[in-house]
């Protein structure tokens, strides 16, 4: 569930903060908002039908629907609201590649759609930029200093005039998919079939004061908490590393946790949460990964990792199906590593939550999590059926092969 309603800018908020996001919404191409806010200007330059009475400072419906239709196109958490994270992605959303130089500056990391370009552009040109996650990063760097020096510039890593004028040249002939999505695909390919010696990040959401949701005798932090021992407890007993990005008296931001799992190398993060809703029906699973709204900016590995989660657990305790979405959340882009988030059925759903009160049921939940772990690397070899391998047919299995 969304952490970002604590006192930032919503619907009844009033102030400069206001009229500037809605400024810059509207400022937007159609093809990143097709529905601009109001901007009430006299002048006839937006859509003709404000409202009487009418203030750019208040953040009326018309600005909730645009930063809504907004996330959604960018793969944020769709509530509405103006956090720290909507707001970086909206202040992105203007730069075009060419509008500014671009370098890596670190700790004050340039990000925006420039960046987005320009990662894509480096990719497809077989110079890895790593993820396509919109952020000016050292892994960046590398591949522009290597595209310099490929076309016979001075390699010094920040993207001016003669470097743009160096891709310019190259764009018509260039085309093609991902070269960092073969690249992730392979690396799982040649790392063989087991999970043993690998290292997996537990991340249970929320923790510490943040208890997430709340509801019908469950809270959030501690379900999910318990859920990822349980996990750990299998994943160890096949000589799996795991990592846990926090204690029950701590909460890091998603920037931390992914900062922890890329420090520790790891192979997979796995992120666990469950969810609420005000309408009473809610019920289900879902999966997400690291996917926006181009091809070339999403983690192949992480969706089909993501799939194989939900079709197991849907499978072995009949909750609703509610499908794996791509999503841009901080957590999923910033990690070097695919990423999955599973939101295990709702809290506020009172079958959900009485079969989630059932320590019987999470262990199923976690006997399911550690077996999609391992058929993401059984890869053609994978010909079982999902929901019922046991984590003794894959030690059979493993041992037959090895």
């Known amino acids: 569930m969304s952490d970002s309603k604590s006192g930032l ?8 903060e206001v009229a500037d996001v809605r400024a810059r919404l509207a400022a937007l191409p159609l093809d990143q908002l097709p529905e601009p806010p109001h901007l009430g200007a006299p002048n006839g330059d937006d859509d003709g039908a404000v409202p009487d009475g009418f203030d750019p400072a208040r953040f009326d419906a018309s600005l909730e629907r645009a930063v809504r239709a907004f996330q959604q196109h960018k793969g944020l958490i769709v509530d509405g609201v103006v956090g720290v ?3 970086t992605a909206i202040d992105g959303a203007r730069w075009a590649l060419g509008d500014r130089i671009l370098m890596h500056t670190p700790g004050h990391l340039l990000r925006g759609e420039d960046v987005v370009t320009l990662q894509e552009r480096l990719n497809t040109l077989g110079f890895a930029a790593g993820r396509v996650d919109g952020r000016f990063g050292p892994e960046t760097e590398r591949a522009v200093r290597s595209f310099q020096r490929a076309y016979g510039l001075s390699g010094d890593g920040s993207v001016g005039p003669d470097t743009l004028r160096a891709f310019k040249d190259l764009r018509r002939s260039v085309s093609g998919g991902s070269a960092n999505v073969l690249r ?6 040649r790392s063989g079939h087991s999970l043993t010696g690998r290292t997996v990040v ?11 949701a709340v509801a019908h005798g469950l809270v959030e932090s501690e379900l999910v908490m318990d859920l990822a021992r ?43 949460h469950c969810d609420s ?8 699973v879902a999966t997400f990964f690291f996917g926006r709204d181009r091809k070339t ?8 990792l993501a799939d194989l989660v939900l079709r197991e657990v849907v499978a072995r305790t009949g909750l609703e199906n509610c499908r794996s979405h791509g999503r841009s959340w901080a957590l999923l882009q910033q990690t070097r590593m695919p990423a999955v988030r599973i939101e295990a059925g709702y809290l506020s759903h009172p079958t959900d939550a009485a079969r989630l009160a059932d320590p019987a049921f999470r262990d199923t939940l976690a006997e399911a999590v550690l077996v999609s772990l391992q058929r993401l690397y059984l890869g053609d070899d994978d010909t079982a059926t999902t929901g019922v391998l046991r ?3 894959l030690r059979a299995y493993l041992a037959a092969h090895s």
Do not use: K, M, Q, Y
């Open 184 to 189: 992730e695909r392979e690396l799982v390919r």
């Open 297 to 304: 900016s999403w983690s192949a590995v992480g969706e089909h």
């Open 202 to 212: 537990l991340d249970p959401g929320h923790g510490g004061s943040n208890t997430g």
């Open 9 to 16: 800018l919503g619907l009844g908020s009033h102030g400069p």
């Open 85 to 87: 994270e909507t707001f």
């Open 277 to 284: 809703h005000d309408a009473a029906e809610a019920s289900g």
């Open 391 to 393: 984590l003794g047919d």
């Open 230 to 272: 349980r996990i750990e407890g299998r994943l160890t007993v096949i000589g799996v590393s795991v990592v846990f990005t926090r204690t029950e008296h701590t909460c890091p931001s998603e920037d931390e946790r992914a900062a922890l799992a890329n420090d520790a190398g790891a192979d997979l993060v796995l992120s666990l």
